[in-house]
């Protein structure tokens, strides 16, 4: 069965870092285009980053020149970078990854969320 595990996030003050992580584990043969995404209360889920396989990369104008996302693909593995953070970017962050390839197949999966609380 396949997981994803997101980790890394918690409080800090504006103007701080954090590196959030999301794992996938179970016999995965390939994983596409891995995003993150987040969603504040009260508010939609919105796309914050995307990753393709090879490392293609596309950010929300919000997180463009402050988030990096990357990944490990040996690891399985995806990464957000987040530097000078700000209030409004507290929200649970999600990874997902539409296609992650099994020998069952591919399916779409969601982490369960972490909690990033950025005060001012």
């Known amino acids: 069965q396949v997981q994803l595990v997101e980790s890394g996030g918690g409080l800090v003050q504006a103007g701080g870092s954090l590196r959030l992580s999301c794992a996938a584990s179970?016999?995965?043969?390939?994983?596409?285009?891995m995003h993150w995404y987040r969603q504040a209360p009260g508010k939609q889920r919105e796309l914050v980053a995307s990753i393709t396989k090879t490392g293609v990369t596309n950010y929300a104008d919000s997180a463009k020149g402050r988030f990096t996302i990357s990944r490990d693909n040996a690891k399985n593995t995806v990464y957000l970078q987040m530097n000078s953070l700000k209030p409004e970017d507290t929200a649970v962050y999600y990874c997902?990854?539409?296609?992650?390839?099994?020998?069952?197949?591919?399916?779409?999966?969601w982490g369960q969320g972490t909690q990033v609380t950025v005060s001012s």
């Open positions: 997902h990854a539409p296609w992650i390839f099994t020998a069952t197949g591919g399916s779409d999966y």
């Open positions: 179970g016999n995965i043969f390939s994983i596409n285009t």
